[in-house]
């Protein structure tokens, strides 16, 4: 979700106005894909890095963060969503951690939407948990060096409600992937687009999915193969 400090500029108007509309973006996408029948909707909030932003705009976004949270919820609960926020969430206030808490207590249950909230995400920290992870079951002598391997990490991480991407989408312009879910994005399809935040609306994202309508997935295969397997 990138461009709501540029939205505002734009504007004239502070960045914190950009972020405040960009929960407006995020509420329409969510519901969204909630309605549209997809699976799983990881949403990059809050990177390892966005730290470095200046104190004012980091403790705005915690706040917002917190407000968000409270308020909608419910809301979520009640469209069957389930919420999970992915990251190190052990930097946050005792009170944001708790509000983090209630809220994946309350829709863990639910068989909707999987709704993912990366915050204080970086891909290489959470491969790098991953890999700790199972480390400590070597020397508690339940898995063995050589079970260090692809499918034991990959397993790992899908402790997490995350399973490999089939689209990332970034707004905002650059091309890039800025630490999102690294592992997870091995084989997904890629779509940017210059649509700053605050204005990716549904026509927006109907545009992304129709794109990855049109791409060939063929995983390491020939397209000859994958036409057969289509039939
Ligand atoms: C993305 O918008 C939101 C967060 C990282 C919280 P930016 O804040 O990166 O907006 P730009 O890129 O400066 O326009
Ligand atoms: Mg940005």
Not at 200 to 220: M, T, V, W, Y
Request: net charge positive.
């Amino acid at each position: 979700m990138d461009g709501n400090g540029r939205w505002a500029e734009k504007k004239g108007k502070i960045r914190v106005f950009g972020h405040q509309a960009g929960v407006k973006s995020v509420r329409r996408c969510v519901s969204y894909a909630s309605q549209n029948g997809i699976k799983a909707l990881t949403l990059f909030a809050f990177s390892s890095e966005n730290w470095k932003r200046p104190q004012s705009e980091v403790s705005t976004l915690m706040e917002l963060f917190f407000t968000v949270l409270s308020r909608e919820v419910k809301k979520l609960h009640k469209n069957n969503i389930c919420l999970r926020i992915i990251g190190d969430l052990s930097a946050f206030s005792a009170r944001l951690q708790e509000k983090i808490h209630q809220a994946e207590l309350l829709t863990k249950d639910n068989t909707g939407l999987v709704l993912n909230i990366a915050a204080n995400y970086g891909g290489r920290w959470q491969i790098a948990h991953a890999a700790q992870q199972l480390c400590q079951q070597v020397q508690q002598g339940t898995l063995t060096v050589a079970d260090i391997n692809e499918q034991n990490l990959d397993k790992q991480l899908k402790d997490l409600p995350l399973s490999d991407v089939d689209l990332m989408i970034r707004t905002g312009g650059e091309q890039r992937i800025s630490n999102f879910l690294l592992w997870q994005l091995a084989y997904a399809e890629l779509y940017f687009t210059d649509t700053l935040w605050p204005d990716f609306d549904e026509a927006s994202f109907a545009k992304a999915l129709a794109s990855f309508g049109n791409r060939e997935r063929r995983f390491g295969h020939t397209s000859a193969q994958v036409q057969a397997k289509q039939g």
